[in-house]
Each structure stands twice: as C-alpha cells, then as structure tokens.
C-alpha cells in the first residue's frame, strides 16, 4: 500500500499562519484522492475538519482551510488560536483503500 | 445527532478472535458505507476497513486482510468487526466511523465514534 507522508512536527505563534501537507509515495496528491484533514486532542477521538481537498463541514472554524499545493495536499491554519494545538491527520484515497499519513504534531507557541 | 456507540473490546489472547459492534443513530443507517479505523497506544490513526451501504463493495487494510471481516446489519443499524488469528501488533482503539457517501472508496470519515479498546496479550 501506498505510503502518506506528513511533518512530524509543527509550531505556530498565536494569530501565526502555518501549512501542513500530505503527500504520496506514489506521486503528486491530486483531487482524486479526495484528501481529507482530521484534528485529534489528547484522549479525545478524531474530529473530520476538510473533505475532498478543500470543503469544510458545519463545525470546522473558518481560520482552516485545505487546498493542493506542489504536488500536495495541505491544511493551511490562518490565526491560530491556542486551542488549535493538536495531531493533525490527512488521509488519502487510493484503488481498494485509504491511508492516513502519520500525522502532524502542532503546537501552538 | 449522530451516534456511534462501540463495544466488544477487551484482552484477548494471541491468536483468538473477537467481534467488535457499533451502534449507530441519528442517521439513516442504510445510506451510507462505514469504516474501521484503529489507533495503537500513542500512535497514528489506521484504517482498517471500509463496506458500502448495501455490503456490495468492501475493503481492508492490507495489515488485516484474510483474518478480519467486516459486516453491517441494516436492520439493527449495526457495524461489525470480526477478527481472527489476532495478534500483539492489533492492540488498539478500535473507532466505528461514518462515511460520507452510500461506498466505502473514495469516501472517507465525517463522525467519529469514541473507540473501543481491544488489547492482545497473553
């Protein structure tokens, strides 16, 4: 299966921009992976905030927003806030599966 | 509101089986594929497994495939997991989770469950 790949590590100033991405060992992430972005706190289970690259559910807050970018899909956090401190998950479509990366760890410093 | 209540974990020894269920509510159970995902203690989320709404199309992982098998009854609005010849490297919280769509592929995950912890050990 194909491997998915993320920063280990991250660290945004309060009301800093940053960008997470996601890639493919398989090659560039396109929209028909229909990347997804997921948020999951200490204890808590994961929380779905970008569907198919770029859509947003009811709950996401508008400070994220997900788009493809060189070859990768990425979840760009505008104003981040404390609470966004967090693991970061994408996941990624491929023929007969889906594969999360490994996650990013975001801090909020 | 959507609900996906999980349960069926607990210590199992090396190569045994255990069934995993999911009660899901809040939503018209038959209209959409769902998924296994499980997570080890401090690490990464993994897919596991994924059926469309009507059982017609199913994936897994290849970490499972040929030892689990999963299953839905409509009727009960229900989710299953059933996993055989487990091993250490299965320890994990094992989340029931909402698609997005009536097939398991490219949809992925809108809810979550909370999880339900099955642990290999002898």
């Known amino acids: 299966q194909a491997v998915v790949t993320q920063e280990p590590s991250l660290t945004v100033s309060p009301g800093g921009t940053v960008t997470l991405t996601c890639g493919s060992s398989?090659?560039?992430?396109?929209?028909?992976?229909?990347p997804y972005w997921f948020q999951q706190k200490p204890g808590q289970a994961p929380r779905t905030l970008i569907y198919?690259?770029?859509n947003k559910h009811s709950w996401t807050p508008a400070r994220f927003s997900g788009s493809l970018l060189g070859g990768k899909a990425a979840l760009t956090l505008s104003g981040a806030q404390p609470e966004d401190e967090a693991e970061y998950y994408c996941l990624l479509s491929y023929s007969g599966a889906l594969v999360f990366g490994g996650g990013t760890k975001l801090t909020v410093l | 509101e959507v609900q996906l209540v999980e349960s069926g974990g607990g210590l199992v020894q090396p190569g045994r089986s255990l069934r995993l269920s999911c009660a899901a509510s809040g939503f018209t159970f038959d209209d959409y594929a769902m998924h296994w995902v499980r997570q080890a203690p401090g690490k990464g989320l993994e897919w596991v497994s994924g059926?469309?709404?009507?059982?017609?199309?199913?994936g897994y992982a290849d970490s499972v495939k040929g030892r689990f098998t999963i299953s839905r009854d409509n009727a009960k609005n229900s989710l299953y997991l059933q996993m055989n010849s487990l091993r250490a490297e299965d320890t994990a919280l094992y989340y029931c989770?909402?698609?997005?769509?009536?097939?398991?592929?490219?949809?992925?995950?809108?809810?979550w469950g909370q999880g339900t912890l099955v642990t290999v050990s002898s």
């Open positions: 059926i469309s709404w009507n059982s017609g199309s199913i």
């Open positions: 989770a909402k698609s997005r769509g009536y097939e398991w592929e490219p949809n992925g995950v809108d809810y």
């Open positions: 198919d690259t770029s």
């Open positions: 398989t090659g560039a992430v396109t929209s028909g992976h229909y």
